[in-house]
């Protein structure tokens, strides 16, 4: 009784199914050969090229030059300096000498002569009248000779007034010639910067250029080395766009029961049917 109470105890484990689901071979060897190249080229390292910066170009580097060079017009202000300090000088008599007249003596000559035979003259005159010596002929001796000391006067101050007119002149040639000197020195220094100025522009156009060619020189080598990459892109792309057929393999697992517990389940099986009919006929 416990023998096959025992032995039809044990429930059978469930059944089992595998699905093994698979790209078409030929696909599927395509998609093999792509991993295959994706793995050849990502092992193989890439240099990547330097960034490069242009340096300065042939008139950038003279502005460069240009610009060191200091007291442009420095030399041509000093001499308006000098010019001015000059001129601003106070007028003297040395200054005045320079421009009086160098016939001025002839001219004061000339007239103490005319004077002198003015006075013979009248001198003559009152002799032959009688009158010789008298208080008459002084006053016109006196008179005469205080006429020519006026004009010999009057001839030298316009002599000096005319120097002095011409030193005034001149000092002020000399004043504004000073400040046009100093302007033109101010104007050099102006037309050189603009000359570094005009050069530093015209070299910066040629340095970005030479910058630009630089950077395409880096894109153009970039594409090269990444090339291979982008066919293998293509091709992963083309390989998933590409027909998606594939196979199957089923594979189903169902647990089989042996002869002898067959034959035990059968036994308890008639043993339960029989015991009824023993208590029935007690």
């Known amino acids: 009784m416990s023998f096959f109470g025992g032995g039809g105890g044990g429930a059978a484990p469930p059944s089992t199914t595998t699905n093994i689901v698979r790209e078409a071979p030929g696909i599927e060897e395509r998609k093999i050969e792509l991993m295959d190249i994706a793995r050849s080229i990502a092992q193989k390292p890439i240099n990547l090229p330097d960034y490069q910066v242009a340096g300065f170009g042939g008139l950038e580097q003279q502005g460069l030059t240009q610009a060191g060079i200091t007291g442009i017009g420095s030399g041509t202000v000093g001499q308006g300096i000098s010019q001015i300090q000059g001129a601003a000088s106070p007028i003297g008599a040395q200054q005045i000498s320079r421009y009086l007249n160098p016939y001025q003596q002839y001219v004061t000559d000339e007239i103490g002569r005319q004077g002198q035979m003015m006075q013979n003259k009248m001198g003559a005159t009152a002799l032959q009248s009688g009158a010789f010596g008298g208080g008459r002929e002084g006053v016109q001796q006196a008179e005469l000779q205080g006429r020519t000391l006026s004009a010999m006067g009057q001839a030298q101050a ?19 010639a000073g400040q046009q000197l100093g302007a033109l020195g101010l104007q050099q ?11 530093m522009a015209a070299g910066g156009i040629q340095r970005q250029l030479a910058q630009a060619t630089l950077d395409a020189k880096r894109q153009s080598t970039l594409q090269q080395q990444y090339e291979p990459y982008q066919r293998a892109e293509f091709l992963a792309n083309l390989y998933a766009a590409g027909p998606k057929t594939q196979s199957g393999v089923t594979m189903g697992t169902t647990p089989s029961t042996s002869p002898f517990a067959q034959a035990v389940g059968t036994g308890i099986g008639a043993f339960s049917a029989f015991a009824p009919n023993q208590n029935r006929q007690a």
């Open 158 to 176: 316009q002599g000096f007034n005319t120097a002095l007119g011409a030193a005034q002149r001149q000092q002020q040639v000399g004043l504004t």
């Open 189 to 199: 220094q102006q037309m050189s910067q603009a000359d570094i100025n005009q050069l």
